[in-house]
């Protein structure tokens, strides 16, 4: 599929962010979110939600966030709120670099569908709280607040009928905990892609992650960026072999995730046991779609019986952790490893998770099982 590409310069953008206003749905003004090109047939604008971390600490953090609004009539009020994984910003979702072959943005939006990419607390334009606030738990109750928004019309002046938590990794993971442990209906998307993240993990894939990991303050990306302590970040040149499968991947691609990568802290990595925990798991009620990199190492290997060859594998491997209701389905990005969207093969995922939302918002709405389930 191809699609009119342009790429204007980042002072042109933010000319232009200056002529048409940023809008935010609070009183305090947040950087701009840097890179990312805004697909030209999208209406685009940053805004700012304040959010609090926990139900009884009033401290208020702004998570900043760029709302694409897709144009087809009968998508345009359906949204996907994306949330990238561990180290990593929007630009996951929105990668400047040949945005026709690698931005999800730019897909979705084509097809109709808008777009709300977020930097999670800890990354980004968003606010930083201390390090050991930050955890999948934290940063599910941030999700919490942010649906209900998004439905209300709250972000945007948009009220959205269907919501969709599109994760990565830590962000599936904080989508997974969110779905599976809220009980208010309006505060839990209504379907949920979840990218790179299955309840079996590859314990040495796990164990080289962290054998590569370091304190921020001391990365030079970071060094004199007054992060709080205890945020940590990738040591310079391992991502290629921590993310990706190598054979499939752009040298441009790997140099731009260096250049792009943000922070995380132990809690997020330690607390996504939570996440696949089968008391959460089971608790998810809406339809799932998992989609994972063939050659994930953190939690691929089919010599250990971790095999992500096909859809039937990863189904199962993982079905037996699910409900009914979250009628589950698999995708397999061939060649491909943790980061699926940074591959060169993206549109491959992007077309399947376009298709399977089209089938459940479209398609088949009438012929759903009691489960909420379309006919396989």
């Known amino acids: 599929m191809s699609y009119p590409h342009r790429t204007p310069s980042r002072t042109l953008r933010f000319a232009l962010a200056a002529i048409i206003g940023v809008a935010t749905v609070a009183t305090v003004q947040t950087p701009a979110m840097a890179d990312g090109t805004d697909p030209e047939w999208a209406t685009c604008a940053q805004y700012t939600v304040p959010v609090t971390l926990t139900a009884g600490d009033p401290t208020t953090y ?15 009020t359906t949204v996907q ?12 979702w929105n ?3 040949k945005p026709n072959t690698y931005s999800w943005v730019w897909v979705q939006t084509v097809k109709g569908y808008s777009t709300f990419s977020i930097d999670r607390l800890g990354v980004g334009a968003s606010g930083k709280p201390p390090a050991a606030q930050l955890n999948v738990q934290n940063q599910a109750y941030v999700i919490q607040q942010i649906v209900p928004k998004l439905r209300s019309g709250a972000i945007g002046g948009v009220a959205f009928t269907t919501v969709v938590g599109v994760g990565h990794s830590l962000g599936a993971g904080i989508l997974q905990y969110e779905a599976g442990t809220v009980t208010t209906a309006s505060a839990v998307p209504d379907y949920l892609i979840l990218q790179d993240f299955l309840t079996q993990t590859y314990a040495p894939g796990l164990a080289r992650l962290a054998a590569s990991l370091h304190p921020a303050s001391s990365d030079p990306a970071f060094a004199g960026a007054g992060l709080p302590s205890g945020y940590l970040t990738t040591q310079p040149g391992t991502r290629g072999a921590d993310f990706y499968h190598l054979p499939n991947v752009e040298s441009d691609i790997l140099s731009l995730d260096e250049a792009l990568k943000q922070t995380g802290t132990d809690g997020e990595r330690t607390s996504l046991a939570a996440a696949r925990d089968t008391a959460v798991t089971r608790g998810v009620r809406v339809p799932t779609l998992l989609a994972v990199g063939q050659y994930d190492n953190l939690a691929c290997d089919r010599a250990s019986g971790l095999s992500c060859d096909t859809p039937a594998a990863v189904l199962a491997r993982e079905s037996a952790n699910y409900s009914a209701r979250a009628c589950l389905s698999a995708f397999v990005q061939l060649n491909s490893g943790h980061d699926i969207n940074l591959h060169i093969n993206a549109l491959d995922n992007y077309n399947y998770a376009a298709t399977w939302l089209d089938n459940y918002t479209i398609n088949y709405v009438t012929r759903k099982d009691s489960n909420g389930c379309i006919p396989v």
């Open 62 to 76: 702004n998570v900043t966030g760029r709302l694409c609004l897709g144009s087809d009539h009968l998508r345009k």
């Open 81 to 92: 709120l994306l949330v990238s994984g561990w180290s990593y910003d929007h630009n996951y």
């Open 95 to 97: 990668v400047s670099y």
